[in-house]
T-cell receptor
Framework: GDSVTQMEGPVTLSEEACLTI???????????LFWYVQYPGEGLQLLLK?????DKGSNKGFEATYRKETTSFHLEKGSVQVSDSAVYFC?????????FGKGTRLHILP | DTGVSQDPRHKITKRGQNVTFRCDPI?????LYWYRQTLGQGPEFLTY????????KSRLLSDRFSAERPKGSFSTLEIQRTEQGDSAMYLC?????????????FGEGSRLTVL
């Protein structure tokens, strides 16, 4: 069945470092792809999305590009902040449902 | 609107007891989803409603689990004869969009601990 695989955490970086969290997917057809984020003590919220191949989603300095050739949707940010510390989930849609990866915990040190 | 709210936020129960969780979605949203999340895992789909109709249940969902959305507004998730393996965070989400290209809005979850 359809699934999402993302890099295991935790990932620990210093403030202002570059971030990449890898995500690959397995799906029939071309699903929409998402990154959701869960900040400490809060509910999951959508960070960005892309609905077709070569689309780039962006928000809050984060970007991810839908790569059909490599079935990937890697999350990137050029300069992370302490406030970016959270758990990040890669996800795809299938038959009106969102299927999530296991999540990657990110710690940013001041 | 204050977003998706869930109640209770935390429930501790003994094995074999029944528990019920409530979810109040964003008022104009016609779709409501239930997910389960265990430590170190992503949210796992359980079931979803469009208005009052339950459109799909996960094959992983035991017969001890039942969900309702009687008037197309709030929803309840009941677990009968709880087992220790039911311990998890139960997440509710709602959306407006037809199809899953739209955004899901999540509540903060109801954490269940079965002793």
């Amino acid at each position: 069945g359809d699934s999402v695989t993302q890099m295991e955490g935790p990932v620990t970086l210093s403030e202002e470092a570059c971030l990449t969290i890898n995500c690959t997917y397995t799906a029939t057809g071309y699903p929409s792809l998402f990154w959701y984020v869960q900040y400490p003590g809060e509910g999951l919220q959508l960070l960005l999305k892309a609905t077709k191949a070569d689309d780039k989603g962006s928000n809050k300095g984060f970007e991810a590009t839908y790569r059909k050739e490599t079935t990937s949707f890697h999350l990137e940010k050029g300069s992370v902040q302490v406030s970016d510390s959270a758990v990040y989930f890669c996800a795809l849609n299938r038959d009106d449902k969102i299927i999530f990866g296991k999540g990657t915990r990110l710690h940013i040190l001041p | 609107d204050t977003g998706v709210s869930q109640d209770p936020r935390h429930k501790i129960t003994k094995r074999g007891q029944n528990v019920t969780f409530r979810c109040d979605p964003i008022s104009e949203h016609n779709r409501l989803y239930w997910y389960r999340q265990t430590l170190g895992q992503g949210p796992e789909f359980l079931t979803y409603f469009q208005n009052e109709a339950q459109l799909e249940k996960s094959r992983l969902l035991s017969d001890r689990f039942s969900a309702e959305r009687p008037k197309g507004s709030f929803s309840t998730l009941e677990i009968q004869r709880t087992e220790q393996g039911d311990s998890a965070m139960y997440l509710c989400a709602s959306s407006l969009a037809q199809g899953a290209t739209g955004e899901l809005f999540f509540g903060e979850g109801s954490r269940l601990t079965v002793l």
